[in-house]
Each structure stands twice: as structure tokens, then as C-alpha cells.
């Protein structure tokens, strides 16, 4: 079955630091990867999304590049900010319309 | 704000109980997808319905079950509640189900069940 798995946390940064959380994945046929972004007390929010390999997706200063060869979508950042203090999340849907989520990554920035 | 709405915000309720939750996509999306969210468990896909049809089965227990009706709103029944229930559930909706960009999921705020 798919499966993505993403670097364990909770990982803490100073502010203005580079972040990168891994993802990598497997599934069947061609999937679409996202990564959302849910704080604290909230539901998730879609931060960015690729749909076919090469894609690179990108919002809010975070980046991710769909890397077919490696089965990876790592989520980078040039400069964290307090405020991006959340969880993470990097999920697939494919073609049969299931999806298959990571567990998260806490990430806390401190100033 | 995501479009999507789900009622009620928090429920709580004893172990045995039935609850329905209720989730409304947002307008034109056809996909209502339900989560359970817990601490030991993370994020757990349940089921996805399609414009009222029953369309992927995840990690859903046979005590838990869910339609979605005509005007696409749908509902989450989970009945003989245990301790272990206890989490966040949530509703997600999407345009379609083919995957690619229609397949993109906006997530609703949830609903905080707490069995007793």
C-alpha cells in the first residue's frame, strides 16, 4: 500500500534559521503530494502541493520540489519565523483517491 | 477560513453512547473525506465519499459508520463509544476524486470528541 514518511520531531529552530523536513514516499501509479500545516487548536491547512514530478510547489516562503527518482518532497524554508511555529504535514493522493498522510512534524521556532 | 464546516465543535459523552457529526464541504466540491486525529495514532484516513457514493474505505472501524446526502453534506455516526475513541475528527472536501489538483483537500476545523 502507499505510505509517506516523514523526519520524526519535534524539531526546534531559531528564528531566521533554515528549515528542511524530509518526506519520502511509496505508492502505486502517479500520486499527488501536499504538505498542510495545522496550529495549535486548528484543523489543517493546505500550504503547498506538486502534481506530477519536477513540480515545485511554494507558499509563504516554504518550498517543496516532487523528486520522482527519490520519492521524496522535502519542505524547505530560507528563514523560520516564530509564527511558523506548527505542525507539518506531508500526505499523497493517488489516481484510486485514497490518502495517505505522515505523522507529522512538530517544528518550534523560537526567538 | 477553508469553506468547510463542521458541527459541533466539541462533544462530550459516555462510553456506550452514539454521536453523529456533521460536516458540510465547501460549495462545488463533490469529495467529503473523514479523519480521525488522536495522540497515540496521528492522522487516520477513514472513508471518502464521491457525490454521494461510498468511494475509498480507510482505517474505519465497524462500529463507525457515514453517508453523504443529496446536497452533499455529510455525516459520521460512531456508535457503542469506547475511552479509546476519544480525539479529533476531521472533515476534509475536494472538488473530485481523480487525483491530480482536483483531488486537493481543504480541511474543516474538527470536532474534539471526548468519551467518558
Sequence with gaps: GNSVTQMEGPVTLSEEAFLTINCTYTATGYPSLFWYVQYPGEGLQLLLKATKADDKGSNK????TYRKETTSFHLEKG????SDSAVYFCALNTNAGKSTFGDGTTLTVKP | DSGVTQTPKHLITATGQRVTLRCSPRSG??????YQQSLDQGLQFLIQYYNGEER????????FSAQQFPD???ELNLSSLELGDSALY???SSV???GGPVSTQY??????????
Excluded: M
Design chain 1, 61 to 64: 516562503g516554504f518550498e517543496a
Design chain 1, 79 to 82: 528563514s523560520v519565523q516564530v
Design chain 2, 29 to 34: 466540491d463533490l469529495s467529503v473525506y473523514w
Design chain 2, 56 to 63: 475509498a474505505k480507510g482505517n474505519i472501524l465497524e462500529r
Design chain 2, 72 to 74: 452533499l453534506h455529510s
Design chain 2, 90 to 92: 476531521f472533515c476534509a
Design chain 2, 96 to 98: 473530485g476524486d481523480s
Design chain 2, 107 to 116: 480541511f474543516g476545523p474538527g470536532t474534539r470528541l471526548t468519551v467518558l
